[in-house]
């Protein structure tokens, strides 16, 4: 609201409707030189919480997994955030938000230009690379799930050096960064994915895709019949913290999208809060009825689903409209789950269903369930957000479709590419040890804890 005032108190400083003070301008200045700080805070603190994610995706993915692929679980995760920094700092950055080209960036390369990282406005400085390394590092270990207790991890450094540099950056410079399809969109509707269940979640949810096709099921998933076999996870409480991490982390993800410190920062915590809460139910009730029995994991599932669910639609819904798309996000990926694994491909912790899935529902739902209230966001911008209708629903269908097809392509040949020169998966002498002692040198438990 302090933004929209100071915006109409500029314009009328500028038609001559207030007096051109010397206290007025100052006023004005400091106003808003005290509001560009406070938005550069805010987007660095939310920035931190998305940091802290990497813990909950480890611990979440360590949980779900074999007791003896847990140091390599952390290895890869720790990967993410340091290969990722870096790559993302060398290039895709420039790539994602550079300048001078509708198809790519050309500039910003290593963060060139940035100076002492002073800024003298909203979002400037080195404040948008440090929110938006963070974004790509939790792009890059979504797949890190899907592809546990068999992957070389020179493959996967590989992998999580390509993703951070080039191809998610590819497709964030597309939407995000005035690239190509910056304003794409059918009749009025433009594209809409306010913190990115398409382009951050799908889009990992999609490499995980490829990378679990080209590695193949872990030994003794399959029987001789191709009937999926239950490898449950090592340690369930890893599991559930790792899921109230993420969500924690996720008010910085979604709220921190808004790029500024107003009211939309809380609507959107708020329908973050509703629909992780929403998701975990109908997991929880879903599995219920099925089995009988309330399943942990699969509830956590549900609350990472719902999360999902409302991370584009965040900053346009209602309470009520979160808590019905986080809920729908929540059956969807109990059956999206058993799906993959009926058809042969092991996901072991979900990611697919979770973040690929899930994120197409989320990107359609702001077609069916947005209502964006001008008065309420009080801003003056509002209507950049567009929501509601055929014509979103058709727009967002098929953003959801270029995203899944550039992932799908590139990390396609990629993985591909690692299978051929043999750095992909590992053997299987070396899968039934565990990746803990084969690929890092040490077990990830002292011998005193039973393995599996």
């Avoid at 006023?27 to 560009?36: C, D, R």
């Avoid at 509708?102 to 080195?126: E, I, N």
């Avoid at 549900?302 to 009520?320: E, Q, R, Y």
């Avoid at 567009?386 to 992932?407: E, F, M, N």
Wanted: hydrophobic content about 55%.
């Amino acid at each position: 609201m302090k933004r929209k005032f100071l915006v109409v108190a500029v314009g009328a400083f500028a038609g001559g409707l207030l007096p051109a003070t010397p206290a007025f301008a100052q006023e004005v200045s400091e106003a808003a030189t005290v509001q560009a700080a406070l938005d550069n805070i805010w987007v660095f603190i939310a920035g931190i919480l998305v940091f802290l994610m990497q813990a909950g995706f480890g611990l979440v993915e360590a949980g779900l997994t074999r007791a003896k692929n847990v140091a390599n679980i952390m290895a890869k995760n720790m990967a993410d955030m340091c290969v990722g920094a870096i790559a993302f700092w060398a290039c895709g950055y420039g790539i994602a938000f550079g300048s001078d080209s509708k198809l790519m960036g050309t500039d910003a390369f290593f963060l060139s230009g940035f100076g002492d990282g002073s800024f003298d406005g909203l979002y400037s400085g080195y404040t948008p690379f440090f929110f938006q390394v963070v974004f790509a590092a939790t792009a890059v270990t979504i797949a890190s799930g899907a592809m546990a207790g068999r992957t070389k991890i020179s493959g996967y450094l590989i992998f999580s050096a390509a993703m951070t540099a080039f191809i998610y950056p590819m497709v964030v410079h597309s939407f995000w960064g005035g690239g190509l399809l910056n304003d794409i969109g059918v009749g009025d509707a433009l594209f809409s994915d306010f913190a990115g269940s398409t382009l951050v979640h799908s889009a990992g949810g999609w490499a995980a895709l490829m990378g679990a096709l080209f590695l193949g099921p872990r030994i003794g998933k399959y029987d001789q019949d191709g009937r999926p076999r239950a490898m449950p996870g090592h340690n369930i409480a890893f599991t559930v913290i790792g899921v109230f991490i993420l969500w924690f982390g996720w008010f910085g993800f979604n709220a921190g999208s808004e790029l500024a410190a107003d009211n939309v920062v809380v609507r959107a915590a708020v329908t973050t809060l509703l629909a992780g809460a929403a998701g975990g139910i109908t997991a929880a009730a879903t599995m219920w009825m099925k089995g009988g029995f309330l399943d942990v994991a699969m509830t956590g599932n549900g609350i990472l689903a719902g999360l999902v669910s409302i991370t584009a639609g965040t900053g346009a819904m209602t309470p009520f409209g979160a808590v019905i798309t986080g809920a729908i996000g929540g059956v969807i990926v109990v059956f999206s789950v058993l799906a993959i694994d009926r058809i042969g491909i092991d996901d072991p912790v979900g990611a697919v269903s979770v973040h690929g899935v899930v994120g197409v529902w989320g990107t359609l739902a702001i077609g069916l369930f947005s209502k964006f209230d001008d008065a309420f966001l009080g801003r003056e911008d509002a209507g950049l957000f567009y929501g509601g209708g055929i014509d979103q629903l058709i727009t967002q269908a098929i953003g959801v479709v270029i995203v899944a097809g550039w992932v799908i392509v590139t990390t396609g040949l990629l993985f591909g590419g690692l299978k051929a020169a043999g750095l992909l998966r590992v053997s299987a002498e070396d899968e039934m040890a565990g990746l803990d002692v084969s690929e890092h040198g040490a077990a990830g438990y002292g011998v005193d804890v039973v393995r599996q």
